[in-house]
């Protein structure tokens, strides 16, 4: 089992930046791809980014590409989200995922953290 915290997000202005970071319990972190996942009201959920078990391949969605930067750090059992020039539609719930391939498909993750929400000003 693998439980997952996300903390990190908040308001923020149109063109500025935050810094997602998701905690992971247990021992076991370092053998799970880990990826980032968003939801905004009212709309589907959509795949962000991913990276593997040690951090070597990352894999972006288009629409964040040269944005965003996912990263993790396995002696602290976390996985970050770099966001800067956040635009509006940004917006939404963001959610880390564990699982055993990274991937962008939520299909492929076993577990989820609770989400943190942010919300990209215009």
């Known amino acids: 089992q693998v439980q997952l915290v996300e903390s990190g997000g908040g308001l923020v202005q149109a063109g500025g930046s935050l810094r997602l970071s998701c905690a992971a319990s247990?021992?076991?972190?370092?053998?799970?791809?880990m990826g980032w996942f968003r939801q905004a009201p009212g709309k589907e959920r959509e795949s962000v980014a991913a990276?593997?078990?040690?951090?070597?391949?990352?894999t972006y969605t288009d629409s964040v590409k040269g944005r965003f930067t996912i990263s993790r750090d396995n002696a602290k059992n976390t996985v970050y989200l770099q966001m800067n020039s956040l635009k509006p539609e940004d917006t939404a719930i963001y959610y880390c995922?564990?699982?055993?391939?990274?991937?962008?498909?939520?299909?492929?993750?076993?577990?989820w953290g609770q989400g943190t929400q942010v919300t990209v000003s215009s």
């Open positions: 247990g021992r076991t972190f370092s053998m799970y791809a």
């Open positions: 995922a564990a699982g055993a391939k990274a991937t962008l498909n939520p299909n492929d993750y076993v577990f």
């Open positions: 990276i593997s078990t040690r951090g070597g391949s990352t």
